[in-house]
């Protein structure tokens, strides 16, 4: 059981079933700790990550002088792992201006070239401008988009791209049109928790990381008409192509 974004650190991850597997996110320096240190079960990956409102205090030559220096070093000494979360957020734009966003955007894609890694983005109100910076860049690295909400249109572009969306259980919110629209997806496609930063309907009860993941794999085993048995082996089976390492080994 795949899950393609979450956040460390997670005691339960060292007790998991072999069944499960996963991603696990960092959003800067400060994040990326549990990366190194806490012990990843088979099957899971530490991803080293930089967001906007994670640098937002330093200026441009001290995140590409200093900080991606010391990413380019720990993919170096942690072989096996990857970037994310990446990306744009135009909530942060006062802080940390777009063109500088895309700089620093543009440089860790070419970090995930150089060390051949999978990248997985964050974007955040700049989804047309998340797409325009992935096709005039054409990575060609294996590439996740992390939290998708948008249209199944939206997931074909992205798809042609050669980046998978990835769904949370933020697709459960009230109104969120893309719950109603998950049978329209034709493309391959994760699921993720996003824990434990992951959304929970109103009263719902404060779930363990294995249990929020299951839930999830439910509820959209239920949308698409699929048992959670075939779900898991769809989405187990992308993963494997994705990350290029059999989950269950």
């Not at 960092?26 to 990366?35: I, L, R």
């Not at 999978?118 to 939290?147: E, K, S, Y």
Request: glycine share 6%; hydrophobic share 40%.
């Amino acid at each position: 059981m795949f899950d393609a974004h979450l956040h460390g650190p997670i005691a339960a991850l060292g007790s998991l079933p072999d069944r499960f597997s996963g991603m696990v996110a960092s959003s800067g320096p400060d994040d990326w700790n549990h990366c190194i240190t806490e012990p990843m079960p088979r099957g899971f990956i530490p991803m080293f990550g930089l967001l906007p409102q994670e640098y937002y205090t330093y200026d441009l030559p001290t995140v590409l002088q200093s900080i991606i220096p010391a990413m380019h070093r720990l993919l170096q000494e942690h072989p096996g792992s990857g970037i994310g979360e990446i990306g744009l957020d135009a909530r942060f734009t006062r802080s940390t201006p777009m063109e500088m966003q895309k700089t620093i955007c543009l440089e860790l894609i070419d970090l995930a070239r150089q060390h051949k890694v999978p990248v997985a983005f964050h974007a955040a109100a700049c989804d047309g401008t998340m797409v325009a910076l992935i096709r005039q860049n054409h990575p060609d690295v294996p590439m996740i988009w992390h939290g998708f909400l948008g249209s199944p249109e939206t997931a074909k572009i992205l798809h042609d791209l050669g980046c998978i969306v990835s769904i949370g259980p933020s697709v459960w919110r009230p109104k969120t049109k893309l719950q109603q629209k998950l049978r329209q997806l034709e493309v391959p496609f994760f699921l993720e928790t996003d824990y434990p930063w992951h959304y929970r309907l109103p009263g719902e009860d404060l779930l363990s990381y294995p249990e929020t993941l299951v839930r999830h794999y439910e509820r959209c085993a239920i949308a698409l008409s699929l048992t959670i048995e075939q779900l898991e082996t769809q989405c187990d089976g992308i993963a494997k192509v994705f990350t290029n390492f059999t989950t269950h080994r």
